[in-house]
């Protein structure tokens, strides 16, 4: 006897494809008559706990008996055009319901992994724009705007990202620091250069501290001519 519940089932088609797959053997080389009669005992086992058995299960029943009966009955010739045997039916039937329920199942992993993935909208860094924040020698506050814009382009920031939770924090005054210890060691370096990180809030950060920085005079902003680098100079060089 097959004592489960009918409802961990999605209807007779899945509880034949368990029937089939627990005697481990091949859709399309089923034996109606041993699929028939298990699936009956399963039937009749639900019956004897009183149990309420919905209607397309006892359809499949009397389905499969049908099936058993056609094979127990000698062939006929038929002159007319043969139609689909009911057997061939069923099991194209359950390859098709095998192959939907892999799609479902292969969906609902892809949903969980799904569910672990967080995404963000594109930024818009002009919220951040200080108009005090005056800088020399022809480079102007939209201009390190547009090129921070276009160097996230680059980096496809602008789409939305998979992002994981992270403990490291960022401040300006932390990142002022490095970025001074940077210009220590180099003298000079281009503003992509410290957008090494790309993160959002790296990225925040790191923009926010040069114009910290510009604004009490401790660098130097400068842009030979138009649409080229842009540089980050330490004060007094």
């Known amino acids: 006897m097959y004592k489960i519940n009918i409802p961990e089932f999605d209807g007779p088609l899945d509880l034949l494809l368990h029937l089939i797959k627990k005697d481990n053997i091949n859709i399309t080389d089923i034996s109606i008559d041993s699929i028939t009669k298990q699936y009956l005992d399963y039937i009749n086992e ?11 299960y006892l359809v499949m029943s009397a389905e499969l008996l049908y099936i058993k009966s056609l094979s127990l009955l000698p062939k006929v010739e038929n002159d007319e055009e043969d139609e689909e045997d009911p057997k061939e039916k069923l099991i194209n039937r359950l390859i098709e319901y095998e192959q939907y329920k892999n799609i479902t199942n292969t969906f609902k992993e892809l949903e969980g992994i799904r569910k672990d993935v967080f995404t963000k909208m594109p930024s818009n860094l002009l919220e951040y724009k200080d108009e005090n924040v005056n800088i020399d020698y022809g480079v102007n506050l939209n201009d390190l705007v547009n090129a921070l814009n276009n160097f996230l382009e680059q980096k496809q920031l602008d789409k ?16 002022s620091l490095e970025i001074k210890n940077i210009l220590k060691e180099k003298k000079k370096v281009n503003f992509t250069d410290l957008f090494d990180i790309v993160t959002k809030e790296y990225v925040v950060v790191t923009f926010l501290s040069i114009l910290s920085m510009t604004r009490k005079q401790e660098i130097i902003i400068e842009q030979e001519e138009n649409f080229k680098n842009i540089i980050i100079k330490e004060k007094g060089v």
């Open 160 to 175: 939305p990202l998979n992002t994981k939770v992270t403990n490291k924090e960022y401040s300006v005054s932390k990142r």
């Open 46 to 56: 639900m019956e004897a706990m009183n149990l309420n058995i919905a209607s397309e």
